[in-house]
């Protein structure tokens, strides 16, 4: 009876101890988050960039004798200076679409044709669609006036989000110097990770999720969000060269529609119709035409230079990220949602698959069932 009182006694303690070191290091781990959540979006960034550019910081830092901060900073200077020109021009072509688009609304300028008395024959709309265009023909500013609350809302919505680009272009150039620096102690860091994945799953798994993790993570960047930055960039160009009207705008719809893998074409296409209906047929339109019907259908040259196969990621998964990500994480999180996705996707499917029980629910399938009496007949479950 002594016995098992102490056995008791001592299970309950040690239990008291399991649970007291469990809650402080929950805590622990909840007050360092807090702490690292406001540069949560910025670090992964760093390092989704610092694994999709290392190939490129081995190949430099052998042609300039193995210095891995000269690699690593001409890298970050030539991203740096590369990006800088885009993005002022379709900053300032932001800016103008939106002076431009409020000059509208506030002149007196804008005429609107009569409507069809065809119009009104509609079912269910017909009417209210013919009243609405005819008072919007015949007095415009009354029109104006009824619907500022809504224009204000919208217009508020708008400049919010080009903030909030504005703000992940400042995350995208920071994140780039951090990787910079994440690049030239890469070895560490390959080092680094693999220590923890070791710890994580096993001396025989870790270094096979970490091999998994980076080949992901850059077949994703690469192939998906790089070819899409690449194809905002062509076509953002042109359209600010051609002075298509919001053409920084139509630029970050095609950027939204290369990361969920839609065709960039789909945005090309209008514009290219707008520019011939407008300037008519030229040689400037021509070339205009034949360069962005290149530059939107750029994605089907880009993906095999930059892949050499293709993400083994789903479209639905690129998708759901992309659009989770900016809802979430605003701009930045358009570009970390699909990657950090496509991670998780591949480690769950590799936890699926190193199950042992698979492998011999496999083998039970493929052997034909014994008959019936024999000497190898399986016992009942």
């Avoid at 901060?69 to 001409?74: K, Q």
């Avoid at 209008?270 to 290149?294: E, H, Q, R």
């Avoid at 880009?302 to 994480?329: E, H, N, T, W």
Wanted: net charge neutral; hydrophobic share 55%; charged share 10%.
């Amino acid at each position: 009876m002594l016995n098992t009182n102490i056995s008791a006694r001592a299970l309950s303690g040690g239990l008291l101890d399991v649970l007291i070191r469990a809650g402080l290091i929950t805590v622990l781990v909840l007050f360092c988050f807090q702490i690292f959540e406001p540069f949560l979006n910025l670090m992964l960034w760093a390092v989704i960039l610092a694994i999709t550019l290392y190939p490129l910081h081995t190949l430099l830092k052998r042609k300039l004798g193995n210095k891995d901060g000269r690699a690593a900073t001409l890298i970050v200077v030539v991203a740096l200076a590369l990006l800088m020109v885009p993005i002022y021009l379709l900053g300032t072509s932001i800016t103008e679409s939106v002076e431009g688009s409020l000059a509208i609304l506030k002149s007196d300028t804008v005429t609107i044709p009569l409507p069809n008395e065809k119009i009104a024959t509609l079912p269910l709309i017909g009417e209210r669609l013919y009243a609405f265009w005819l008072q919007s023909a015949t007095d415009m500013s009354s029109v104006v006036m009824k619907l500022m609350p809504y224009i204000k809302t919208i217009g508020l919505t708008l400049l919010g989000k080009m903030a909030g680009v504005g703000v992940g272009f400042l995350l995208f150039i920071g994140a780039l110097i951090i990787a910079g620096v994440l690049m030239a102690y890469g070895d560490n860091g390959e080092r680094s990770a693999i220590a923890i994945a070791t710890r994580l799953s096993g001396p025989e798994r870790g270094r096979r999720i970490a091999t998994l993790c980076t080949a992901t993570i850059r077949a994703v960047a690469q192939g998906v969000v790089g070819i899409a930055f690449i194809q905002m960039l062509l076509v953002g160009v042109g359209f600010v060269l051609m002075g298509v009207p919001g053409a920084g705008l139509l630029a970050m719809v095609a950027l939204l529609m290369g990361i969920m893998q839609l065709p960039v074409i789909l945005v090309t296409v209008p514009v290219i119709a707008y520019v011939f209906a407008t300037d008519g047929t030229t040689l400037g339109t021509v070339v205009f035409c034949i360069y962005s019907l290149i530059a939107g259908m750029s994605d089907n040259v880009l993906k095999p230079l930059m892949l050499g196969r293709g993400v083994d990621v789903p479209m639905p998964v690129i998708l759901i990220g992309a659009l989770g990500g900016m809802v979430s994480g605003g701009f930045i999180g358009l570009f970390i949602g699909p990657v950090m996705l496509a991670v998780a996707y591949q480690l769950f499917w590799q936890w699926i698959d190193d199950q042992p029980h698979i492998e011999v629910l496999d083998e039970l399938l493929s052997v034909e069932p014994p008959q019936r009496g024999s000497a190898n007949e399986l016992p009942p479950v």
